[in-house]
């Protein structure tokens, strides 16, 4: 089901196009060559036209080239080479993609959001891909999965860094790494975890972006040491665990061992006899009740859930000692309307409360919605090369359309409502909107005398100069 919030689709005015080209100005330096510039204001605009497939050959066939690119013979082949083989550096457009969404949306309550998402392949051979349980096909099957690290704060989110994640079955084949072209400082083997922590010290190490809350789900939350890796660095969270983890109810005692009367001496600490033992999450959801919290209002009304909100302890390792002395942690547990009960970890400082936790919890789903609209009406998922580069390419341009989006409805919530309309529905700029706009742009009926009306102002995306200069 669309979970999106409803929005509204206003007629582009020439104003708007002129911003959509002002954007898109902000990058065009960072390709180096005006073959370059030129592809990539037609990938762009190929993404945000209609279409029901973003992949090279229906996006190719649809798409009017600019007079520069007229020449071009075999189009799917050239768009094909500039995604997938032109030596242009998406680590570059992202930096300044996150610097420009940063100045509208960086506030001292962000909040960095890690998650997932896949990519259903066919075959084999596309880089990293593997089989898996796939989200979006809701069952194992053959997809490509990439980290992301998205930035919400209270004036809306976007996401500020992906990269695909190769599994071990990718990282031990040399030859399978070659044949997709994977750089040497990414053939290593590395979690998703190692990688989301990795982006987020790229993204954080900018300085753009503040906040030092960080959410996740499960896929990450189970891993103690992606946790201890957060904390690491003075970073509080809100992770997601699974049923099956440990906890203490109450501060268990440890005691360090004795002088050994013979043999190997023991190191490890080791539970007080009579220290409370662990039990497990699905044990504690049983015994704990739960209460209404209501965390927002939404469009059909209010969101509420049934929470419980307890002080535990980690017990991962205990007979071990390997949780010895830890801290205390909040637990939070979620009994959604299906009955089905969700988990999570959080260092969250213990004055916290339960109603600013599930709020703070809850601040993850807008990651979701946005994925939707991203593989929907962008072509996030459509991407049908093999290569790393060629990914990578694709996913940031992706990003780039979808970052105009965000910025739109951003500034038509800030402009005062007009007569007839409510002040808090403000106009939005949707993606429809826009390939509407492009295809008045390329009709005969257009006029023209106005240069942004005109037929052959086709390159509104803005990645080409006028005609005129």
Not at 1 to 20: D, F, G, H, I, Q
Request: a positive charge.
């Amino acid at each position: 089901m669309n979970t999106r919030s409803k929005t509204y689709t206003p007629e582009l005015a020439p104003e708007v196009l002129l911003r959509l080209r002002h954007y898109a100005d902000q990058f065009r330096d960072l390709f180096r060559f005006p073959s370059q510039v030129s592809w990539s204001g037609v990938y762009l605009r190929g993404l945000l036209q209609n279409g029901e497939r973003k992949s090279i050959e229906p996006m190719a066939a649809r798409i009017p080239l600019p007079a520069e690119l007229s020449h071009i013979k075999d189009r799917e082949q050239a768009l094909q080479q500039f995604v997938s083989q032109s030596p242009w550096d998406e680590r570059a457009v992202w930096n300044r993609y996150r610097f420009v969404m940063a100045r509208r949306l960086a506030s001292p309550r962000g909040i960095s959001v890690i998650d997932d998402t896949g990519y259903p392949k066919q075959g084999k051979h596309s880089v990293g891909v593997q089989h898996p349980y796939c989200g979006q096909l809701g069952k194992k099957a053959n997809c490509q999965v990439a980290v992301t690290v998205h930035y919400v704060s209270p004036k809306g989110h976007f996401p500020a860094a992906l990269r695909l994640y190769l599994p071990k079955s990718w990282t031990s084949s040399p030859k399978r790494l070659e044949a997709a072209k994977v750089p040497e400082s990414f053939r290593g083997e590395a979690t998703k975890g190692q990688i989301a922590l990795e982006l987020l010290d790229q993204v954080r190490g900018e300085g753009l972006l503040p906040g030092n809350l960080v959410i996740t789900d499960a896929g990450y939350g189970v891993s103690q040491a992606f946790r201890e890796g957060l904390a690491q660095r003075q970073l509080f969270y809100i992770a997601g665990v699974t049923s099956e983890m440990v906890v203490f109810t109450e501060e268990p005692r440890w005691e360090l061992p004795g002088p050994s009367t013979g043999g190997r001496p023991p190191t490890k600490p080791r539970l007080v006899e009579a220290s409370p033992r662990p039990v497990s999450l699905a044990a504690l959801a049983q015994r704990l009740t739960r209460r209404k919290v209501t965390w927002r209002e939404g469009t059909k009304g209010k969101l509420s859930g049934r929470f419980s909100w307890v002080r535990v302890w980690p017990a991962q390792g205990w007979e071990e000692g390997a949780c010895a002395f830890a801290e205390p942690h909040w637990l939070l547990i979620e009994e959604q309307a299906d009955g089905k009960i969700q988990f999570a970890f959080s260092n969250l400082p213990a004055a916290m409360s339960r109603l600013q936790a599930v709020r703070l919890w809850k601040s993850r789903w807008p990651v979701e919605q946005g994925y939707q609209q991203m593989k929907e009406e962008l072509g996030l998922n459509h991407f049908e090369g093999r290569s790393w580069r060629g990914f990578h390419h694709h996913a940031c341009l992706v990003m780039l359309a979808y970052g105009f989006l965000v910025l739109e409805q951003l500034r038509a919530k800030e402009v005062p409502a007009s007569p007839g309309k409510k002040s808090g529905e403000p106009p939005r700029i949707t993606v429809p909107a826009i390939r509407r706009a492009l295809q008045d742009l390329l009709s005969p009926r257009a006029k023209p005398d106005c240069e942004y009306c005109n037929p052959h102002f086709h390159l509104i995306i803005g990645f080409i100069p006028r005609l005129t200069e």
